[in-house]
């Protein structure tokens, strides 16, 4: 049996100061857990974090392995050298190569081309991948993915679809809870201008013939994005007409009443905890009293981030009880990959409320806060 390699070589456009960052956050991989949590002698740095998030990525392959998978070196001219030695490890590469990238805010690309190499000769093993790298996202290219296309291109054109320039055909596999499956036949037609309408082999609607109906089309009406499904080939007028305008990116992160009228954005609630002697809690410039603050009807705490994982480290340091080690651990290696300045803490678990990760309930919890708050006023004045 063959084997299969990855041959490549790449550079990050570093300077000498940040390749030397680089090359120090790879050194310190060996000192993560490579189990996916952080070891217990982990120090609050930026290189540390490289070094943790780039493990985290890829913690199956370092587990396995013991290594990062691919060869790296400062460049004086090119910046930091990543190549193959036997093999390269392609998607680690990449997760690296971005992770750096955003690190350091870069907005340059990163081309990676590899080629496949065989111990011995074989058929349909030879080819390449690509990946094309920046700050925000990882994409990639398979040759193998590429030539299956074609093969399908061809079988349409022998259907007599390929010839048509306003039909583009695809396919792809059916399954079912049996784990069977069986290969789906289509098309996307252009000819309208007005929006493109989706054809399926065996599918067909009321007013065409079943071999070029297409019970599906999307289409812009009034400035609104929707899909209009012809779901009864014995009915003329369509089944369902579907707004996509809730999908749009312009609507991330906002909530709609029910009436769709009324748009309001969705934030993060402004809390903190002031830096005097006794501590208070203030969430939307409303100043919580320790009498509401430190209940525990709404049982969480307002809690600096970074004081939680300097206090977990200490307590790791010293605490002997494996199982309470874990699950500190899991702790620690969760707050260690948010950015958040606050984050509520359960009092009673180990659960952390981020405002990144969990937006509405983070809000609610601030809510609960706010509305105890105003019981508590309102019973002083009564």
């Known amino acids: 049996m063959s ?5 490549a070589c790449f550079a990050i456009p570093l300077s000498a100061q940040q390749s030397a960052f680089a090359l120090e956050a790879l050194d310190n991989v060996k000192h993560c857990d490579t189990s996916n949590r952080p ?31 691919f060869m790296v070196e400062a460049h004086p001219t090119q910046g930091l ?28 690309n990163v081309a990676i081309q590899a080629s496949h190499v065989s111990s011995k000769k074989a058929l349909g093993v030879y080819g390449g991948h690509a990946f094309f790298v920046t700050k925000d996202a990882v994409t990639s290219f398979d040759l193998s993915s590429w030539v299956h296309q074609q093969r399908e291109l061809h079988v349409q054109k022998l259907k007599g679809l390929a010839t048509q320039p306003n039909k583009i055909p695809f396919s792809f596999n059916s399954n079912d809870d049996n784990g069977s499956s069986e290969k789906v036949h289509g098309y996307i037609e252009e000819g309208s201008s007005v929006g493109i309408s989706v054809h399926i082999d065996g599918y067909s609607d009321h007013c065409s013939n079943d071999d070029n ?13 929707r899909l209009v499904a012809f779901g009864d080939i014995n009915q003329e007028d ?30 993060p609630i402004d809390a903190y905890v002031t830096d005097c002697s006794e501590k208070m809690l203030v969430l939307e410039g409303k100043l919580i009293s320790p009498e509401v603050a430190n209940s525990e009807t709404v049982n969480y705490r307002l809690v600096d981030r970074e004081e939680q994982i300097n206090n977990l480290i200490s307590w790791l340091a010293e605490a002997s009880n494996n199982s309470d080690k874990l699950a500190k651990m899991d702790v620690l290696h969760f707050l260690m990959n948010i950015d958040d300045e606050y984050v509520f803490s359960q009092i009673s678990t180990n659960e952390f409320i981020s405002p990144t990760i969990a937006l509405k309930k983070f809000n609610d919890i601030c809510e609960q806060f706010i509305a105890e708050q105003t019981d508590f006023d309102t019973a002083l004045i009564n």
């Open 238 to 267: 369509h089944t369902h007409l579907i707004s996509l305008e809730g999908a749009s990116i312009n609507t991330r992160n906002i909530t709609i009443d029910n009436d769709h009228t009324q748009i309001t954005s969705l934030e």
């Open 213 to 225: 109906g297409t019970p599906i089309y999307i289409e812009k009406y009034n400035n609104e994005l």
């Open 81 to 108: 050298l990543i190549s193959h030695g036997e093999h390269i490890e392609t998607v680690n590469a990449a997760v690296f190569t971005q992770i750096i990238l955003a690190h350091f805010d870069l907005d340059f």
């Open 3 to 7: 084997n299969i390699l990855n041959n």
């Open 39 to 69: 070891t217990i002698n982990v120090t609050v740095s930026e290189v540390h974090a490289v070094a943790q998030k780039f493990v985290t990525e890829c913690h199956e392959y370092i587990e396995n392995t013991g290594e990062v998978g």
